[in-house]
């Protein structure tokens, strides 16, 4: 998982000037709750993650990429869609932090998500319940 972590979040990294091997990797160990994630699979081959961490009265999402080779083919917007799903179900809003430039961002804004503050490395999130 850690490995996949650091493929799929290396371009935008180096992009920023932030990529470090060892941090990409440690980061998710140091963080990951397994209690709150699921792992994306496509056929019985690993493809992903995705974390959706209860706190204080919102969920957020981390964790979530999926293998470059399967971008474009409507499985990160099936699985994303699925949580917020689930989370309006509960009336929970969901936040997230995206990086700079990411492509990733657009994903997030077309499932309903506006910028709530930005850094120069990071995007914060926010998406409201929707009924």
């Known amino acids: 998982m850690a490995e996949l972590r650091a493929v799929v979040m290396r371009p935008d990294l180096e992009r920023l ?8 990797r440690q980061r ?8 709150h994630a699921w792992t994306i699979e496509v056929g019985d081959d690993f493809a ?6 209860p706190a204080e009265g919102v969920y957020w ?5 999926l293998d470059p ?3 474009g083919r409507g499985i990160g917007t ?3 869609g699925r949580l917020l799903e689930r989370c ?10 995206v990086l700079q430039g990411s492509a990733a ?24 319940v929707t009924s």
Not at 17 to 24: I, L, S, T
Not at 28 to 35: I, K, N
Not at 61 to 65: A, P, S, T
């Open 88 to 97: 309006d179900r509960e009336g929970a809003v969901v936040r997230l932090n």
């Open 17 to 24: 000037g932030r990529y470090d091997e060892h941090r990409v």
């Open 48 to 53: 992903g993650c995705v974390a959706l961490r």
């Open 105 to 128: 961002r657009r994903l997030y804004e077309r499932h309903g998500f506006t910028v709530e503050a930005e850094d120069p490395v990071d995007v914060f999130m926010v998406r409201a």
């Open 78 to 80: 099936a699985v994303l």
């Open 61 to 65: 999402l981390e964790h979530f990429f």
């Open 28 to 35: 998710l160990r140091d963080s990951f709750e397994p209690a």
């Open 69 to 71: 080779r399967l971008h």
